[in-house]
Every structure is written in structure tokens, then in C-alpha cells.
T-cell receptor, first 114, second 111 residues
């Protein structure tokens, strides 16, 4: 059973296209995230949703639009793809509350824009 | 969240203990120390976290100094599969849950 699953695993597309990446978690968590890992391997948070509500929106171009239809899903839609969007995108989830619960990550979606 | 400093790379012989240091001198009272690792081409994997006390689980041990300004992750018997980038992250329990990743330490376990 995969805890956090992303589809597709690989995505190659042309500049200017619109694409979506899907994420699902079966851990019962109420918070989900999108992280981006660029070619220099830096991992940086993009968005976070808690109970379908956007709580983190880092300085990400508005071509990126996350959507959370329910607590178990967080999708990422990217419009007008650019070469610089090429990266590995990771979805993660955690449970909010007291303490500091750990986050679980998906296996990533490698996006290549040509 | 406090900033962390880690050595960029370390080597360890297979079967020996790997001790990965992390400095977090500006850590505040409500901030936890987390360790994650990323094996090549995979998603980050949670290892362990702690607040004040030393912690141990099936993967590793976390030793936090009394002043909490530094910590050490210990992999007791490193295997080749432990070769990865290890990230030390400080995060408060009151923040939104986001993790701020630094450059981490690339641990190379050698036969």
C-alpha cells in the first residue's frame, strides 16, 4: 500500500502546454503539500492545504494552481509551461495538531519541459 | 524556524556507525529537530525527530545536546542502502507544517 502516490511519475511536454500532476494519500492526514526540487537538488515548498484550505502559498508564479477536491487529494495544475519549470515535484502529507508530526512524501514526478 | 548547518559530505565504512552532525545554534524552545533522508531519485523519507531528549527508533538514534544547539544522527550499522542525502531540519510545532530543507549531508557508505 503506497501511502502517498503521485501520477504520473514522468512527464515530458512542450513549452506552452498545460499539464496536471495528481497526488493522493491514504494515511488519513488532513494536510498536504507540494514541494519542488530543482536541478541543483534544492527542495522548496510551494503550497500547503489543510482540510482543503490553502494555508501556504510561497512565491510561486500564478501559472501554478493547486486544487484540493478533498483531504486525500491535492493536484497541481501548471499553465503555459516554461523550460524553467523542469524539476521534480514532490507531494507530501502530514497530520496537523499538537506536537510536530512527520511528513510523508511521494516518489516524485519528474517534469521535463522541452 | 531556526537555520541548520551540516557538513556537505561524509564517508562511512559499511557496518560501522555513521554519525551525522548538525548545528542549530539559534533553535528556540518550541522547535523540534527533524531528520529526513533522500535516497537517489526517491522522495524524502522521515527518519526521526526530537525536542529535548535523545530518541531512538528502528532506523536511527538522535542525540541532542543539553543546550539544544546541536544534534547528531546515528545510524548504528550503516549499509550501502543508507547512502543518501541527510537533511537536518528545525521546525516549530506551531508552524504550518512546512519543512525548510537545506543542502544536507551526502553520506557515502563504502564497502
Amino acid at each position: 500500500d503506497t501511502a502517498v502516490s503521485q501520477t504520473p511519475k514522468y512527464l515530458v511536454t512542450q513549452m506552452g502546454n498545460d499539464k496536471s500532476i495528481k497526488c493522493e494519500q491514504n494515511l488519513g492526514h488532513d494536510t498536504m503539500y507540494w514541494y519542488k526540487q530543482d536541478s541543483k537538488k534544492f527542495l522548496k515548498i510551494m503550497f500547503s492545504y489543510n482540510n482543503k484550505e490553502l494555508i501556504i502559498n510561497e512565491t510561486v508564479p500564478n501559472r501554478f494552481s493547486p486544487k484540493s477536491p478533498d483531504k486525500a487529494h491535492l493536484n497541481l495544475h501548471i499553465n503555459s509551461l516554461e523550460l524553467g519549470d523542469s524539476a521534480v515535484y514532490f507531494c507530501a502529507s502530514s497530520q496537523s495538531g499538537t506536537g510536530a508530526p512527520e511528513a510523508f512524501f511521494g516518489q516524485g514526478t519528474r517534469l521535463t519541459v522541452v | 524556524d531556526a537555520k541548520t548547518t551540516q557538513p556537505p559530505s561524509m564517508d562511512c565504512a559499511e557496518g560501522r556507525a555513521a554519525n551525522l552532525p548538525c548545528n542549530h545554534s539559534t533553535i528556540s524552545g518550541n522547535e523540534y529537530v527533524y531528520w529526513y533522508r533522500q535516497i537517489h531519485s526517491q522522495g524524502p523519507q522521515y527518519i526521526i525527530h526530537g525536542l529535548k531528549n535523545n530518541e531512538t527508533n528502528e532506523m536511527a538514534s538522535l542525540i541532542i545536546t543539553e543546550d539544544r544547539k546541536s544534534s547528531t544522527l546515528i545510524l548504528p550499522h550503516a549499509t550501502l542502502r543508507d547512502t543518501a542525502v541527510y537533511y537536518c531540519i528545525v521546525r516549530s510545532s506551531s508552524n504550518t507544517g512546512k519543512l525548510i530543507f537545506g543542502q544536507g549531508t551526502t553520506l557515502q557508505v563504502k564497502p
